[in-house]
């Protein structure tokens, strides 16, 4: 499975934007990257994927570089309920394991006010 | 649209004693996975079905983990005998398919406390 290296925490102020990043130079052509975060006591919160270009919903945006090496997920306007755990993960895409989700440790982000 | 149930929430169970949890998925998800997560750690895969087939359990400990989805829809995670090393949140999710670009939902998940 490709790994991901995410800063373990980050602070953000209330209404700016919090960006998120995320390498995973181990990367294949066909795995996608996709962004989950998880609020303290509950399951995890789907947020997007992408597998080469910039995707955006109502949530946040995923920027993923050229090379696929590394992405960030943006979201425009923090507020305090989006403080949470924030898991980048890449999606397996073969062998027995395709299609598994491998979570790492993720970011905490804090939205301070 | 309901999203993924499980229950119970929250389970105290004694040790060498056995435990059960049920998931329902999306309906219509035909993709059904079952997650380990310890605190402080992210979820970690237990078993994922395609309709009523486990097409990966590789990660399940088969000695005293058992999984079942009879009919392709709901199933259940048991333990039996649950040791102290198995409190921990027990999360179900469910995807339309198991292919990378299909989003998988999760529920809120079961917490078992063994003592």
């Known amino acids: 499975d490709a790994k991901t290296t995410q800063p373990p925490s980050m602070d953000c102020a209330e209404g700016r934007a919090a960006n998120l990043p995320c390498n995973h130079s181990?990367?294949?052509?066909?795995?996608?990257v996709y962004w989950y975060r998880q609020i303290h006591s509950q399951g995890p919160q789907y947020i997007i994927h992408?597998?080469?270009n910039n995707e955006t919903n109502e949530m946040a945006s995923l920027i993923i570089t050229e090379d696929r090496k590394s992405s960030t997920l943006i979201l425009p306007h923090a507020t305090l309920r989006d403080t949470a755990v924030y898991y980048c993960?890449?999606?397996?895409?073969?062998?027995?394991?395709?299609?598994?989700?491998?979570f790492g440790q993720g970011t905490i982000l804090t939205v301070h006010p | 649209e309901a999203g993924v149930v499980q229950s119970p929430r929250y389970k105290i169970i004694e040790k060498k004693q056995p435990v059960a949890f049920w998931c329902n998925p999306i309906?219509?998800?035909?993709?059904l996975y079952w997650y380990l997560q310890n605190l402080g750690q992210g979820p970690e895969l237990l078993i994922r079905y395609e309709n009523e087939e486990a097409v990966d359990d590789s990660q399940l400990p088969k000695d005293r983990f058992s999984a079942e989805r009879l009919k392709g829809v709901d199933s259940t995670l048991k333990i039996q005998p649950a040791e102290l090393g198995d409190s921990a949140v027990y999360l179900c999710?469910?995807?339309?398919?198991?292919?990378?670009?299909?989003?998988?939902?999760f529920g809120q998940g079961t917490r078992l406390t063994v003592v």
């Open positions: 992408g597998l080469k």
């Open positions: 993960i890449v999606r397996n895409a073969g062998g027995t394991s395709y299609g598994k989700l491998t």
């Open positions: 181990t990367i294949s052509g066909n795995e996608y």
């Open positions: 999710a469910s995807s339309l398919g198991g292919q990378p670009n299909t989003e998988a939902f």
């Open positions: 309906s219509g998800h035909n993709t």
